[in-house]
């Protein structure tokens, strides 16, 4: 007995409708909108780029926005700098978010929280060789004890409010590509490299090299895509290609509420797998002409 050649061209367009029906049935979360109008939307990190950038967002949406920073100055003029482009009048707190009782006395007075983006962050470039351990230090207790005692304070009330007004809540941690944060809800971000100044004079040089194959982004753009998957709940927020690649790449066991996306995620993992060697092979040329620049200039 043998099998036409017809039954196979058939098979083509059959099984990936099947995965995607299977996909349909099994993802979760189900997709859901988070509404950004007249609810309260709290920032950390408010008064300068990404943060200064969305907080200008939401507003311009009609959303109530609080912003927390540490430079009550900054604060200021990121409020009035946000008055001057909507019209809205944002409400400002100052504190470190490495000191629990500080951030959780902010919250309590900002009073209950619909959206909250983490979006502090501090990154000090160096050699981990040549770094003092009180800077390693510093990250982590911004970047990582920050974030805990955002939600952690944030949290309860944010529930009660869920629960009152039938509306979804949403917390939000920016990272980059190079690091992944885990939450509590519903969102991880990938939105490419905002450089400061800053940071790119103490910055390693072979660091600049690969970091500058990425290429960078504006704060405006990020805040728009980061804002558009907040809105639409997204658990993972590419905001430019390599972005996408990391997140289909890395996605494994992240909860997936769109089941078009679930079936990109299963049929572009291999083919993703590819791309990032090939962005690997391009490091790790550009590390190996570094190094033989190096060893040049030493002899």
Same mark, same amino acid.
Do not use: W
């Given at each position: 007995m043998t099998t036409s050649p017809s039954y196979f061209l058939l098979l083509i367009p @059959?099984?990936?409708?099947?995965?995607?029906?299977?996909?349909f049935l099994i993802v979760r979360p189900r997709p859901s909108r988070i509404p950004i109008k007249d609810r309260h939307v709290f920032i950390t990190g408010?008064?300068?780029?990404?943060? $200064?950038?969305?907080?200008?967002?939401?507003?311009?949406?009609? &959303?109530?926005?609080?912003?927390?920073?540490?430079?009550?100055?900054?604060?200021?003029?990121?409020?009035?700098?946000?008055?001057?482009a909507t019209g809205v009048e944002v409400t400002i #707190?100052?504190?470190?978010?490495?000191?629990?009782?500080?951030?959780?006395?902010?919250?309590?007075?900002?009073?209950? @929280?619909?959206?909250?983006?983490?979006? %502090?962050?501090? #990154?000090v470039p160096q050699e981990l060789e040549k770094q003092e351990l009180e800077?390693?230090?510093f990250m982590v207790d911004v970047n990582l004890m920050g974030t805990f005692h955002l939600?952690?304070?944030?949290?309860? &009330?944010?529930?009660?409010?869920?629960?009152?007004?039938?509306?979804?809540?949403?917390?939000?941690?920016?990272?980059? %590509?190079?690091? %992944?944060?885990?939450?509590?809800?519903?969102?991880?971000l990938f939105c490419g490299f905002v450089f400061l100044s800053a940071e790119q004079k103490?910055?390693?040089? $072979?660091?600049?090299? @690969?970091?500058?194959?990425?290429?960078?982004?504006?704060?405006?753009?990020?805040?728009k895509v980061s804002l558009n998957g907040i809105k639409y709940g997204r658990f993972i927020i590419p905001c430019n290609f390599e972005g996408t690649m @990391?997140?289909?790449?890395? &996605?494994?066991?992240?909860?997936?509420s769109s089941f078009?996306?679930? #079936?990109?995620?299963?049929?572009?993992a291999s083919f993703m797998r590819l791309v990032g060697l090939f962005f690997q092979w391009n490091w790790f040329s550009s590390i190996e002409k570094w190094q033989a620049k190096s060893s040049h200039k030493l002899k």
């Open positions: @059959i099984l990936p409708l099947c995965l995607l029906f299977l996909l408010g008064s300068s780029g990404i943060g $200064l950038a969305l907080a200008r967002q939401v507003a311009a949406e009609g &959303a109530r926005v609080s912003i927390l920073a540490r430079s009550r100055k900054r604060l200021e003029e990121a409020r009035e700098a946000i008055r001057l #707190f100052s504190a470190d978010v490495r000191d629990a009782e500080e951030v959780a006395r902010a919250i309590e007075e900002a009073g209950p @929280i619909d959206v909250l983006v983490c979006n %502090q962050g501090v #990154f800077e390693v230090k939600i952690k304070a944030a949290l309860p &009330a944010m529930k009660r409010r869920t629960r009152e007004t039938g509306l979804p809540a949403s917390i939000t941690l920016m990272s980059s %590509q190079a690091g %992944q944060d885990y939450h509590v809800h519903l969102i991880n103490r910055r390693p040089e $072979l660091t600049k090299i @690969i970091a500058g194959s990425s290429g960078g982004m504006k704060a405006d753009d990020v805040a @990391i997140a289909i790449a890395t &996605a494994g066991l992240s909860p997936q078009m996306t679930a #079936f990109i995620e299963v049929v572009g």
